[in-house]
Nanobody, 122 residues
Framework: QLGLVESGGGLVQTGGSLRLSCAAS????????MGWFRQAPGKEREFVAI????????YYADSVKGRLTISRDRVKNAVYLQMNSLKLEDTAVYYC???????????????WGQGTQVTVSS
């Protein structure tokens, strides 16, 4: 089982930037596929981005392509989400997810963090 703790959320104006971090604990981080999901008020949790342990296999939801960038640091056992050109519709709780299987992360199956709130204001 992997422990995940997100941080870096906050309040930002439209067009601004934030960098989310997800710190992982546990021996299985080295074999885990990592990803980010988000859940806006009144909506279902949705996929945002995914990355393999090697740093490859990066894939984004269409709504965030070109604005959000996922990366991971294997030494620090962490995964990041750099968020640029933020829009009002990016407001949500952002969750980190980990799983040994790529498709499981895409489907939202795995270990979850507690989430971090991102609020974009006009």
């Amino acid at each position: 089982q992997l422990g995940l703790v997100e941080s870096g959320g906050g309040l930002v104006q439209t067009g601004g930037s934030l960098r989310l971090s997800c710190a992982a604990s546990g021996r299985t981080f080295s074999s885990s596929v990592m990803g980010w999901f988000r859940q806006a008020p009144g909506k279902e949790r949705e996929f945002v981005a995914i990355i393999q342990y090697s740093g490859g296999g990066i894939y984004y939801a269409d709504s965030v392509k070109g604005r959000l960038t996922i990366s991971r640091d294997r030494v620090k056992n962490a995964v990041y989400l750099q968020m640029n050109s933020l829009k009002l519709e990016d407001t949500a709780v952002y969750y980190c997810i980990a799983s040994p299987r790529y498709n499981d992360v895409l489907r939202g199956l795995g270990s979850w963090g507690q989430g971090t709130q991102v609020t974009v204001s006009s």
